[in-house]
């Protein structure tokens, strides 16, 4: 019998990497990591990788977090590992994705180009990525590593029902994300909304239009990640001023950066938020108001199967 | 003085780069190319290409032009062109560029793939895009090859425009197109509709709801491409049924296989289609009612560009 | 126990295909193959590859045999299959494996750089070709790409045998090949023959001269292929004229575009035709005049090796 | 003529930069850099690069820099620059260049496959770097990337004589750097002094012995790089106990991080330091006891060199 | 104006660099080259590359003069030469170009897999070859590097019409070689002569046939290249048994090993030999019997081509 | 359960692969190796490796030991090992493993990349070093190739003990293995003494000073490798002008071409030399003066484990 896989995590994942030990078979694999006075990390593997398949467990929620997750998976793979594979639950800077004007940088391109580096483990590298903002971005990828988009749509529907009861209209954000919503929808048997919005300048637009069929209903507003929330802001004053019943929100990635929470919350526009644990940031900030749901149980079916 | 840059082109795409060395200072690239009876291409580059900087046209529009384009550009190579340029006006297999079922080819992924297989010229390979289905496959190539992502938008728009006169609305026949047509129609300063579909069973879908702006305006859809026009006739139904005055479309892809334009035609739904150059088909079908314009200019522009 | 290696297999092969899972122990894999009105291929694996040693049937017969091939093994590896070998039963354009000429594509080189640019499975690529025009080709692949050149010679030679007999002359058609026979005329223990020719102009050749060992014997012509049969027919001329007793003709790959078996025939010039069944057209063909022998067994030996 | 080249900056090096444009034919590239509330950065590059040659400066001082640096190399490259070249005054990590106990993460290799991966422009890519604390490391770097080390030894030098006069001696702080003093002291014309080091339990050494010849001399400490200053405050003790007349220091790279330059004051064991500015924290500390020397000579040279 | 390309050599071939830089515009770079007494080499480059456009010349003659060569290119791309060609007028172990038996070294490959690792220069890194004793070869070569087959066909022919007069046949001593004397011969306007060899055991064959055109000739025998010269020997026998007037032999490479020149005079066959020197040890043997004719003048062409 | 692993060497390291089978469960795989009159080497792999692990014993120890090693290794991989380990006990060119003057080739870093440049394994390549003249080597490799850096320090430390007794100084030849000698020392628990050189002119140095510790004293010299025992000689005359009781000397790799043992011997200065069996000159070598201990058991160990 093959000894159990080692799981391995970033600092910042430790949770997860908690969560995935306690629901599967697995060797927890020990790291001895320092940060020295001019600010470079020692990092050691106490677990013999020789020959063994290795998970990652790290979200690149920084660019800390993103070397450190390099580092580490470069040494993994030249200490000998039998196959590496990456579990990346929140893949950062995957809105900056195509250059939108002449000279931008596509750092969503280049994060998956620093990933590509990492030298191919005997047997492969793979890389798990949960819920991106584009499918688009599991191409990104180059050479010989294997990515797998997997979906947490099982317990976005799951909180959507929770959130929205019987009848509801799931709604969207912006236009660029009504395909999904008009996806999830469907698997959901509800309506769906849209907003539209106006370019007042450069760099402000504003929402003018919002589909009919939200007065009187429950709206549960769905959108791949949460970050300062103000679209959501947006897109949920225009769902009430259409005539909303009541208003929520799901999302797979909670981010909110410094009071982002509290500017939702005195918001007084939505009843609740639900997120997943992908990000460390909703870990830390759950509360009544801001639930959040593990996304583990759907790591591990991944990590479990060949 | 450098030479002038020379220009080959596959067999289908002949009529674009005769448009191309008319506007610009290109040498023309001769090719010999035969056919055996057994199917195989003989092929033979009858210009000089050591130390050139080379163009080459051709859109992948079935596996043959693939192939005739690969084997074209492998030889350039190899035969020591300093640069070579693909200019792919039409690229086939965009639209399938993600899987939504386990097991689907990401046939779009591997055309990239394919391009991304052709050796490095002495300085660089270049491949030049037109208006991709989806703008992340400029970021599916591989290694050392340069995307650029060329917009047909100026003469999209001038169309738009001839279509719909001083007020219109600019509409979509996809959610999954509601971005691009938010982002035109504000180019524009028009208003933007967009409708919504609602799946039936495994292989249908209805178009079930469409915002409310377009009673008794003149209404042009706007899409990336049209192939057999299906999604197209389903929308402007929905806009005719929603009050429309007028309709007209524009896309910058014209495939219409078989009997499609007959079929659109005689739908009586719509009074013009525009489409541009970019794929041969469309230059064959062009008449009253299908108008073709020419992409040349746009890309003899960044034929010239440093 | 591991499970069964996985057999795919291109629409071409599905007789190939289906001998192999006859003989071996093999699961034979589902594809989901539909061609879309635009001429575009819709592809899907429905039997799950991840952690499995998997085949893929398919001879590059033509441009969209060669691509629905590749578009196939890109895929099987990127849903993570532990090892993909593709079997190749025929090669197509091998006799364009070197530029007579400057300038001429050399269409065998830029086949192998497609195949070589499969991204490779977790445990690797294997390429399984038979009988090539070159040998050389095999090593015209690239990178981590492992090809083995399977030879046919033990069906050739008993095929040689039975058509003639205990004596008789193994002939060649062009000095090319004379390499080959000599060595299968050794391996006979027969007497080899072989012809010269003289450039008449630039597209046409005369056969001017024969060895002399061929009065009155039994001569059976031997070469790789056959494709229209031209140099085949002013070979058998050659050693008709010069005496032979009884001519026919073995090869390992039948291809007979168009007409090219009738005129064969009508040639009246060959008892017998024996070819295998490595090119789906002589599948198709056979019948008194033209015999085919399978392959299968050959294959399958080599599928089952370590 | 071809324009001048492109000298682009990461942030925290554009003092050096703006010391470059000022002693050569340069054009000053300029990037819009924002912070977005989540932490990522944007960037856009507002100079054009196609065509050009193009430079980068920027440290890899922290792992924000490293990406930093690494994210707008790739745009650099992919917006189609002619050549790039990386100029890399201090190399983090340089100091982890082996591992000396199993599993240590070897970060100056992975710093070096992190560069590597830039894909290459259209000419090439190289890289500039200054004093690496082992010269090793140059050839760390994989693929097509040309390294070259570029040496500080004139400057070095200089301010070694500045500091010890007429006769003085070179001494190391650490017997690993036993070779580089024994070579600059050779080209000083001075006597070289070493340290010997015990290793008193698993995290400690006490120095232990010097070699005899700094009785009654000027003693200057010459190191690579001075980080918290432990190091080179411990020989300073040694070699003003074994009579030092007196006692300074001189460096390629001044890190000093949190209070390292007050300790190294209040040890009132040496009597100034200078360091080059390679290193932008030195620039930021720089005052009577640290003397800061400015680089920007021998780093243009180099840029103008073909 | 640009700088003359810079000729370098590695030490065997400096004769034939002497030639080119007398023939044509070329800097001749300067290299320092000693042996240590353990058997290693040092070598510098004493001519600046940067930027410059350099050849190498070399024949793979050895393993010594293959590393050496090596070890000369990868310096010459890593001090940053923009392109790099090599000159390999003999490439060793071309008639290991494929494996006869299982297990069988294909040295031939692995060499091309040797200068194929050579890292790319600035622009590009080119290999021009000699005949090589079969075409594939060229195809051999992996990734980035350009191969360009070089005919010595224009000296070689004059050689062959000075050797047999007005009349000849050209003659070859190996099936193998078939269709190159049958290609030469119909550029010549002679008839061609072949052998055929029986295996009279694992290890030896015997020449039991010629085709019968040579009675009474001049025969010119002709081969790409003269080892021991058996082959040549048996071949000569055979020709004369067969009536023979004259015998002569012209070949591209010349090799002669031992005492196999001897041995060929000794046989008293042939009257002359002629070989080109492309090899340094046909260069160093030349007398009344081996004449020995440059390819110098063919090189420079191909060196001054774009 | 698996097959015992192979163990193939080249021909110089035949004694080394005797005992490592002797040691470990091993198959011996056989290879026939011929030299042709021309110098060129055939060889064949007689024991199938398809689908096996496979270990290949062989030092850099001349250009034709690395082509050896090197061919052998792609002919491995080529006909299908499961995975394959190069086991280098003694890397030739260590000592060039950097540039001191511009121009010189670093031959170090052009055999890491010969090493490299075998294609992969089905699982993996791996490459086993033993005590490196410089660590960094192990990082000089690209690509996905794994090294692994061996000490010796086992058995060189025990042979240190037996050579030097209770009490005794270990001492370095140079002072760029100072930080070795420390290293050690400190394992040993002895004092370590070092030594000053001063470059007398271009060519020539001088040692000028020892550090005091070594009056009567027993010394055991320790250096990485012995070549022709010049500055072991240097430093012995200046340990013994300082003082010591007795020397001698211990070393990894002992090569000792012509006559240097014979030198050595005759100096006088030294009672005896240990090194290990990395170096097939040592091993044909030793005698009463010379020592020669195996590291089959270390290798041996680093082969078996996972």
């Given at each position: 019998?093959?000894?159990?896989?080692i799981?391995?995590?970033?600092?910042?994942?430790?949770?997860?990497?908690d969560?995935?030990?306690?629901?599967g078979?697995?060797e927890?694999g020990e790291i001895?990591?320092?940060?020295?006075p001019?600010?470079?990390?020692y990092?050691?593997l106490?677990?013999?990788?020789?020959?063994r398949?290795?998970?990652?467990?790290?979200?690149?929620v920084?660019?800390?977090?993103?070397?450190?997750?390099?580092?580490l998976?470069?040494?993994?793979?030249?200490?000998?590992?039998?196959r590496?594979?990456?579990?990346i639950?929140?893949f950062?800077?995957?809105?900056m994705?195509?250059?939108?004007?002449?000279?931008?940088v596509?750092?969503?391109?280049?994060?998956?180009?620093?990933?590509?580096?990492?030298?191919p483990?005997?047997?492969a590298?793979?890389?798990?990525?949960?819920?991106?903002?584009?499918?688009g971005?599991?191409?990104?990828?180059?050479?010989?590593?294997?990515?797998?988009?997997?979906?947490?749509?099982?317990?976005?529907?799951q909180a959507?029902?929770?959130l929205g009861?019987?009848?509801?209209v799931?709604?969207?954000?912006?236009?660029?994300?009504a395909?999904?919503?008009e996806?999830l929808a469907?698997?959901?048997?509800?309506d769906?909304?849209?907003?539209?919005?106006?370019?007042?300048?450069?760099?402000?637009?504003?929402?003018t239009?919002?589909?009919?069929?939200?007065?009187?209903?429950?709206?549960?507003?769905?959108?791949?990640m949460?970050r300062t929330?103000?679209?959501?802001i947006?897109?949920?004053?225009?769902?009430?001023?259409?005539?909303?019943?009541?208003?929520?929100?799901v999302a797979?990635?909670?981010?909110?950066?410094?009071?982002?929470?509290?500017?939702?919350?005195?918001s007084?526009?939505?009843?609740?938020i639900v997120?997943?644990?992908?990000?460390?940031?909703?870990v830390?900030?759950?509360?009544?108001?801001?639930?959040?749901i593990s996304?583990?149980?759907?790591?591990?079916?991944?990590?479990?199967?060949?």
């Open positions: 019998m093959n000894p159990a896989p799981v391995f995590t970033t600092r910042s994942y430790e949770y997860l990497s969560e995935i030990c306690e629901l078979r697995f927890r001895e990591t320092r940060t020295f001019d600010g470079e990390r990092q050691r106490c677990t013999h990788v020789s020959g398949d290795v998970f990652l467990v790290g979200g690149t920084s660019d800390d977090d993103s070397l450190e997750l390099f580092d998976a470069c040494a993994i793979v030249k200490y000998g590992a039998d590496l594979t990456l579990v639950p929140y950062g800077y995957s809105t994705e195509r250059a939108i004007h002449q000279g931008e596509v750092t969503a391109k280049s994060r998956t180009r620093l990933i590509s580096a990492i030298p483990a005997a047997r590298n793979r890389v798990f990525l949960l819920d991106l903002h584009t499918e971005i599991t191409h990104y990828f180059e050479g010989e590593i294997t990515p797998r988009h997997i979906s947490a749509r099982k317990v976005i529907a959507a029902r929770e009861g019987d009848d509801f799931l709604a969207c954000t912006d236009a660029g994300r395909k999904w919503v996806f469907n698997d959901l048997g509800m769906a909304a849209f907003v539209f919005k106006r370019r007042v300048d450069d760099r402000q637009t504003e929402v239009a919002v589909s009919a069929q939200v007065q009187d209903k429950n709206v549960v507003i769905y959108d791949d949460i929330g103000g679209s959501l947006h897109a949920a004053e225009a769902y009430a001023a259409a005539g909303a019943k009541s208003l929520s929100a797979t990635h909670g981010l909110f950066p410094e009071d982002a929470l509290d500017r939702l919350k005195k007084n526009l939505l009843k609740r997120v997943t644990d992908s990000h460390p940031r909703a830390k900030l759950r509360d009544g108001f801001l639930q959040v996304v583990a149980d759907i790591l591990v079916d991944e990590l479990r199967a060949p």
